[in-house]
């Protein structure tokens, strides 16, 4: 029987409906998602009104949004009010969210990847319209094509790139040099330095802060499939070979969870680790105790490369055409070449234009980051993870299984067995 994870959300008996005077209907109230371009309501038309924008941003990356927020809402020339909500956590916005699909109360805009609407893709807004339109200022082909594919995934356009990022190499550069070591080009190299700084220094020289990315990295590093709308594709050779690689890795007492610490970056800059691997938005968040330099690199591979790319894409849901013209309005200056500059410099994260990469002031930031040098020396191998219904419930389960079986120091075969199970009791 095809089992399937459905979250239950008990309504109250009667829906509040909050009346915006200047903006007209919210998206509770229905209607269409698909706008054609004659139903857009022209940029010189767009009545004042107020946009509540969801997120799930915090510290440099709250603060960097905020500017580039206000900044729009003190210079738009139709009276449009951004209101940004802070939803805590990404895991906190996922939940919210498919909580409010079911009662039709959806922000207007929000930050989303693409799994957390698959069970509520009635309600993102066809964007298709709008980027046709353009309002001859969204150039939208400037946006990276890997992005645009992305958000093209449904079949439809359902949202704008925004915070994008790609996992790096983080490590102890001190550390690395005083023990003759180079940052890590293969697997062996992992095996490497885990065992010198175990033997030379009693420490675990790794930790990766997203379990379930570790493993769709380290099967594709291997040649192996990872999983489909039909379930488990890494019940291989190559898929046992790279589980058992993660749980050695483990069981050796090489790498280690992330635990309370919640992220590396903590045990990276305190001395307590050697390396993570994590988000390059991270680098942020790094900040080395006295006597340590900080080391950025790409992401070893093994019979081939591969590296996540991460980071959420910004949604329409608002079912009302003047509110919606007026996100757009936000979506583009949001996103537009000046604004992706400021955003990647001031966060980590990287532009989601080639004129934002290409610009002289990114260039010039790129030239003093070696973060932002790794994010591109490896665009080659990133990969993007397919979303369909049950992608999201197989990310969230398959970290936690994880964890459960590191702790439990299983072997490979054990962990590839439980992995398969879990992940074919979500698809099939």
Not at 35 to 45: F, G, L, N, Q, R
Request: charged content about 20%.
């Amino acid at each position: 029987m095809k089992m399937k994870r459905i979250l239950c959300v008990l309504l109250s008996a009667m829906m509040l409906l909050s009346v915006f005077t200047a903006c007209g209907s919210t998206a509770s109230e229905g209607g269409t998602t698909t706008p054609t371009i004659d139903e857009i309501v022209d940029s010189a038309d767009i009545e004042a009104c107020e946009i509540v924008f969801w997120h799930a941003m915090s510290n440099a990356q709250e603060e960097a949004l905020t500017a580039i927020t206000e900044e729009f809402n003190a210079t738009n020339e139709w009276g449009i009010t951004v209101t940004l909500v802070n939803q805590g956590t990404y895991s906190d916005l996922s939940t919210k969210l498919t909580a409010n699909a079911a009662s039709d109360t959806l922000p207007d805009l929000s930050q989303a990847y693409n799994n957390y609407v698959t069970s509520y893709l009635d309600k993102v807004v066809h964007l298709d319209a709008y980027v046709e339109r353009g309002y001859d200022e969204m150039d939208y082909e400037d946006i990276l094509e890997s992005y645009r594919d992305e958000n093209s995934e449904f079949g439809f356009i359902s949202g704008v790139a925004f915070n994008k990022s790609t996992y790096l190499y983080f490590y102890n550069k001190t550390l690395f040099d005083q023990l003759g070591l180079s940052a890590p080009e293969t697997w062996d190299d992992l095996i490497t330095i885990g065992e010198t700084f175990q033997s030379e220094l009693g420490m675990v020289s790794l930790g990766y802060d997203d379990l379930a990315g570790l493993i769709e990295a380290t099967l594709l590093q291997n040649g192996a499939e990872y999983i489909s709308e039909d379930g488990a594709e890494f019940d291989t050779e190559e898929g046992l070979e790279a589980i058992t690689y993660l749980m050695d890795l483990y069981n050796n007492g090489y790498a280690r969870l992330v635990g309370e610490d919640s992220y590396f970056s903590g045990p990276l800059g305190n001395g307590l680790v050697g390396a993570y691997v994590g988000s390059s938005t991270g680098v942020s968040y790094i900040s080395m105790i006295d006597g340590y330099e900080l080391g950025v690199s790409t992401l070893p591979g093994n019979v081939t490369k591969a590296a996540n790319t991460a980071g959420t894409n910004v949604m329409m849901f608002t079912t009302d055409l003047n509110k919606q013209a007026a996100a757009w309005e936000y979506l583009k200056f949001l996103t537009n070449t000046e604004n992706t500059v400021y955003w990647a410099m001031q966060t980590g994260y990287m532009p989601v234009r080639t004129s934002g990469f290409e610009s002289e002031e990114y260039q010039e930031y790129m030239a003093g980051s070696e973060a932002a040098q790794a994010c591109y020396a490896q665009q080659d191998a990133y990969f993007s993870s397919l979303n369909f219904d049950g992608s999201y419930d197989v990310r969230t389960d398959i970290g936690s299984k994880f964890e459960e079986l590191v702790l439990a120091e299983a072997d490979g075969q054990t962990a590839l067995d439980e992995l398969v199970a879990l992940v074919n009791g979500i698809l099939q």
